[in-house]
């Protein structure tokens, strides 16, 4: 009898040993520094990035099955909430903050304003159990999925076990996240040497890499640090930032700097939403920087800026625009899965 | 054991390599699994049994509307008790002798099952010490999701700020002077200054037995549950409170 169980446990290592034609190849772009997600504790598998893209686009993760991810986080503003300034969530609950763009997040350390997730695991039980967002529980999260039809059978392909639970859930979320990377923007094409800059692009881009590189640093288009970039406080939301986390005065006001690739579609701006133009963005940095103990030494000298400058930095952050990211089939609605649930 | 050979089968599909590469690494790992296999056989191992009994006072701890009562005589009532025991270790005269591999255990008192926690050891090894520690360690704390007793689904994970609950105390007492009279002490922490696990040693009385006794009266009677009834993040108060939990676990 135990010499037919081993025997049957050799037989399936050797399947899995053996099973290929899924794995998926992280490609680093050009020049771009070495990711920090640890790849060898959740290798990469097509399976995976298509679960985990599902569960992205359900709105079974919400109690109410309103919200998804997506509902947040939408492709064609770089995975960003547009209409609205501040989240929006189910039953139309606004949230304390605006929504942040996801991309190339393989390369990040903490996430969120304040940098209270440690981990993009992680990160999804945030907005799940937010209640102004998703208002679920994990635990129900995984029961609902349990009982659906398709996800037993999907987990079943990712992980070899039906069985959900809340890390592989985790794990598929942050594969199909992993894969969200923008890197084909005009300014990346400038880069390698395939396009050129206009003139004034080209103008933008001096003014870019000496007033904005410290902090929007290429190529990811922020050093991933915290900076109080000198926002007044908005006394309705109070919003001391990464002080939050840290309990530490320094970092009152010092939030987590944004990339600025596609900045053209991540409107409004901040993490209030308070800006729904790039002219304004500019226009904080020359006049409306508010002096204070954090403020971030970089900012200290006034920025003076030409209208002809304004434009032409302007121009040049149009350039991060990325459309075959925005447009990339790869991340849209998985409607062939949840079609053929449809149909079973 | 299985879950790892399978991690390590992906990781290796991970790389660019061609097929031939993964063909070679497949009979890598089965050879490897046929040989752990046979190790293992040949060992003698034993299984010991480390078992935590929960009290309250002198009574067995029990989360039905049983009353307890406080050094103050005031009545309360436990209705959760859960927490995270990590990084087991025998020791004989200060030298360890047994650590566990993968050592985390989620300790819950509404699963009997979880208190009793067996750990596989050499058939011939002698111990005068056990050491564990109360909740996770900072690395575990940020290097994503596990699955097993740190499964995010088993309650003890926070969401809006990242990090494991390392203990979790919950119940009512009249002198609350909160919703329902409701008290909760969820304890966590993984960053300087507000770590909160915390290291328990105890000497092995009775040869052979690893029993472990945990006393909630101990906590409750050094908290004023008239002041402070809600803990739900890692701070100061967090801190204090994971060296009290320190002092509920004794040996027989």
Known sequence: MKKVFILLLISTFIILAFKSGNEYTFAIPINWPKPTYDFAKNPLSIDKIQLGRALFYDPQLSSDNTTSCSSCHSQFTAFTHVDHALSHGIKDRIGKRNSLALMNLAWHQSFMWDGAINHLDMQSLAPISNPDEMDEKIEHVVTKLQKSKIYPLLFQKAFGDSTITGEHLLKSISQFMLTLVSSNSKYDSVMRKESVFTAQENQGYKLFKTNCAECHTEPLFTNLKFENNGLTLDTTLNDTGRMKITHNKKDSLRFKVPSLRNIEFSYPYMHDGRFKKLSEVVTHYTSGVQKSNTLSKKLEKNLVLSSNERVDLIAFLLTLTDRTFLFNKDYSFPRTIFFTEKKE | ?252
């Open chain 2, 1 to 252: 054991m299985l879950s790892t050979i399978k991690n390590n089968i992906n990781s290796c599909s991970l790389s660019p390599s061609g097929r031939i590469k993964t063909i070679s690494h497949g009979l890598a790992y089965c050879l490897l699994f046929i040989i752990s296999i046979e190790v293992m056989a040949a060992q003698s191992n034993k299984i010991l049994n480390i078992n935590f009994h929960a009290y309250y006072g002198d009574v067995l701890l029990k989360l039905d509307d049983s009353v307890y009562k406080t050094e103050n005589e005031t009545a309360i009532q436990i209705e959760t008790f859960k927490c995270y025991i990590s990084g087991i270790e025998l020791l004989n005269k200060e030298q360890v002798v047994f650590r566990e591999n993968n050592s985390f255990h989620l300790l819950d008192v509404s699963e009997l099952k979880s208190l009793s926690i067996p750990v596989t050891t050499p058939s011939t090894i002698q111990y005068d010490k056990i050491k564990f520690n109360i909740g996770i360690d900072s690395l575990t704390n940020v290097s994503g999701a596990y699955g097993g007793d740190l499964d995010p689904t088993k309650g003890m994970y926070w969401t809006w700020q990242n990090g494991y609950i390392n203990f979790k105390l919950e119940g009512k007492s009249m002198i609350c002077p909160t919703k329902n009279n409701e008290f909760q002490f969820h304890i966590g922490g993984y960053q300087f200054p507000d770590r909160t696990m915390q290291q328990v040693i105890l000497n092995i009385l009775m040869e052979g037995s690893l029993a472990i006794r945990i006393d909630l009266k101990k906590i409750i009677d050094s908290i004023d549950l008239t002041k402070q009834n809600q803990v739900m993040s890692p701070g100061k108060d967090a801190v204090i409170l994971s060296e009290k939990a320190l002092k509920i676990f004794s040996s027989y």
